[in-house]
């Protein structure tokens, strides 16, 4: 069993910042790249960020590049996500999630997932 605990999701205005957590187990985060995706209401799941285990490299959707930093602090075994710049567009669940393989940008790669964090961004 894998747990994967998001937390630091609300409610901002447009322009404004937040920080999401993704808290797993010590194992987790230094065997697992750690993705974030986000899902809107009517909407499909959308790959947000990711990092891998191994190099930390990092990869981000065209819709958030610039604008979010995914990064990981193995000492308190937590991923963040940094958001700037929030758009309304932006509002949705966001889900943490761990898979095995690097350079992972589809959902179906992952085995393990959150529960997920609400951010709602207001105009």
């Known amino acids: 069993q894998v747990d994967l605990v998001e937390s630091g999701g609300g409610r901002v205005q447009a322009g404004g910042s937040l920080t999401l957590s993704c808290a797993t187990a010590?194992?987790?985060?230094?065997?697992?790249?750690i993705g974030w995706f986000r899902q809107a209401p009517n909407k499909e799941h959308e790959f947000v960020a990711t990092i891998d285990w191994s190099d930390d490299r990092t990869y981000y959707a065209d819709s958030v590049k610039g604008r979010f930093t995914v990064s990981r602090d193995n000492a308190k075994n937590t991923v963040y996500l940094q958001m700037n710049s929030l758009t309304t567009d932006d509002t949705a669940i966001y889900y943490c999630a761990g898979a095995l393989v690097r350079s992972a940008l589809s959902a179906g790669q992952y085995v393990h997932w959150g529960r997920g964090t609400q951010v709602t961004v207001s105009s």
């Open positions: 010590e194992r987790t985060v230094r065997t697992y790249t």
